[in-house]
């Protein structure tokens, strides 16, 4: 509170103002959330940091993380743009293809006072980059609980960790764990499910992978994207070994295909294929995600006809011309004769 009084009079003096009280709070923690948290290649991601009692003059910092083996932490990039923050509590990246880690702050006065940095956030992609990419062996997603699991990771890096989302320390495959050229082994007794990926030294995030451990029944299906046009099969898998009855199968709880034939089929995956799939022997599977990639031609695919269009055309304008030269010519010879 305060009060006045008159300069050089001792005597004089308001009264006291009304009491204001200033509370100093702790240094706040924004929230990042990220959509989709699954991404399909290209498609863009929309970042919002939420913080806490929301007031005028925040400006918004957005960063990419970098994995740093040597503490099982990260260091964080900026992004382009927000150098100086954004007013707006939300940013898009624009066609991002692989996975990738964010985390965002808020800061406000000049000098700046800056909050604290968010809690990293995940945005997974199934798409593998040549540079960095994890292989699941054997090669499906749903496994049995008594089944051994190996993770390996590839890339230019020469040493990398292994992540999980949860993370579950009772795994012999912990979330943090670094390898240099060899592979992790994960196992359960009880069922689980789980996202994998790998990061390297180099900053490089590998795709991410689903892996779910069931006790009696599995679909066997591939872990990462099928190129459209490539044959897959799904198959039903029993702890038993043998299917004496018809087996179902799922597309998106709809049921596709119910006979003695112990798989499904697709001679050649397109985009309307992509879904999730189960299957049904007496027990039912759980579901998961068959994920369609669109294929890339390669170049020579496409510059044959291209090159052969250009010559045929070239070709075509030539004889044009020289038709054209010869019809003049002969016009001005039949004038010259009359």
């Known amino acids: 509170m305060c009060k006045g009084r008159l300069r050089g009079d001792w005597y004089s003096s308001t009264k006291w103002s009304e009491a204001t009280t200033v509370t100093v709070s702790h240094q706040p923690k924004p929230v990042l959330t990220v959509s989709p ?7 863009s991601v929309i970042l919002n940091c939420e913080v806490e009692h929301p007031s005028a003059g925040w400006r918004f910092y ?30 898009m990246v624009h066609g991002q293809t692989h996975t990738a880690g964010y985390v965002c702050r808020a800061g406000r006065g000049d000098p700046v006072f800056y909050t604290q940095y968010s809690e990293l956030k995940l945005v997974w992609s199934a798409d593998v980059d040549p540079a960095a990419s994890l292989t699941v062996s054997p090669d499906r997603v749903q496994h049995f609980t008594s089944d051994s699991v190996s993770l390996s990771c590839e890339g230019n890096s020469t040493e990398w960790r292994v992540r999980r989302f949860p993370e579950d320390r009772s795994l012999s495959c912990p979330s943090k764990w670094r390898m240099t050229g060899s592979t992790c082994k ?5 069922s689980s499910a ?8 180099s900053g490089e995030f590998s795709n991410s992978v689903n892996i779910t451990f069931q006790n009696d029944i599995i679909l066997l299906s591939p872990v990462l994207p099928v190129t459209e046009g490539d044959p897959v099969s799904l198959s039903c898998k029993l702890t038993t070994e043998n299917l004496p009855f018809n087996v179902e199968f799922y597309k998106n709880d709809k049921l596709v295909q119910n006979d003695t034939r112990l798989e499904l089929n697709i001679s050649a995956v397109s985009k309307s294929d992509e879904g999730f799939y189960k299957c049904k022997v007496m027990k039912e599977s759980a579901q998961s995600w068959v994920s369609v990639k669109l294929s890339r031609p390669g170049v020579s695919s496409f510059l044959v006809p291209l090159i052969t269009g250009l010559v045929c055309g070239l070709f075509l304008i030539i004889l044009l011309m020289l038709l054209f ?10 004038i010259l004769i009359h």
Request: aromatic share 18%; hydrophobic share 25%.
């Open 186 to 190: 994960i196992s359960t007794s009880q």
């Open 194 to 201: 789980a996202v994998y990926w790998c990061e390297s030294g």
């Open 325 to 334: 030269c010869y019809k003049k010519s002969k016009g001005e010879f039949f």
């Open 37 to 43: 948290s699954w991404l399909s290649p290209g498609a």
């Open 62 to 91: 957005w960063y990419k993380a970098v994995p740093k083996l040597s503490g099982d932490s990260y260091s964080y990039e900026l992004l382009p743009g927000s150098s100086s923050g954004t007013e707006q509590d939300s940013y």
